[in-house]
């Protein structure tokens, strides 16, 4: 992998969440190819090991550990895994996200009359469930708080150590239909501050990234048709993007290394870095 700034990690240990996903996969890769090592986290084991195979066959050293971001015990498990593995650790890079459809509404708006003999199909913001709700809240915002509970005790007083958060362009700007990831998402963006003034006096620095849009494994069905060609909500997300493109991995890569490194960045905290394209300031008009 080519990485566009040259840090040395020489010597860090960097736990990633989420490991296992497009973006953190690729954090993953990135973090190894500075001579990081790197502790591949997902709850899906056999996706963390095919990050892992990609950073060994190039050379770095990495480690696969299944982990549930909201099962204390799980990440207790991990933690005692890398630890023994790789001592200390230095990086913690809180990746792990998602939504539900049981937190999505299927329709933008709402009219009077889809309230009046609506399709059983058809999910208004009155039809959600609490429980749908809270599971995209808590895989969003507690899958954010508890590895940095498990994991940050240990990163306390270290020369260098940072927390990067995964924030969203949802805590910015709210889309249509999901209101539980956006909310989830904005308590992340919020908490990134709080984490930063916390933690201010024992070492640790703590921001966060707000990707845009980039294809990835969750939301490919809906932004990409069978044929190739764009949905109507692909289209419209191209639409309200000067860029007029979604991202790709690599361009999360500068601003994560930006972030970590102590000498480029050691005075930066409690910040969300918004790299999207410039969705963020267009108001479409």
Known sequence: MKVPLNIDLEGKVAVVTGGGGVLCGYFSEALAACGAKVAVLDLRKGAAEKVVKKITDNGGTALAVEANVLQLQSLQKAEKIISEEFGTYNILINGAGGNHPKGTTSKEFLFKEDLEGKNKDDISFFDLEPEGVKFVFD???????????????????????????????????????????????????????WLSVHMSKVGIRVNAIAPGFFLTDQNRDLLIKNDGSFTERAKKIINQTPMERFGKPEDLIGTLLWLIDEEASGFVNGIVVPVDGGFSAYSGV
Request: hydrophobic share 45%; charged share 10%.
């Open 139 to 193: 895989l969003n915002f507690l899958g954010t708080l508890l590895p940095t509970q498990v994991f940050g005790r240990k990163m306390v007083n270290q020369k260098g150590a940072v927390i990067i958060n995964m924030s969203s362009m949802n805590a910015f700007k709210p889309l249509t239909k999901i209101p539980a990831y956006s909310g989830a998402k904005a308590a992340v963006s919020n908490f990134t501050q």
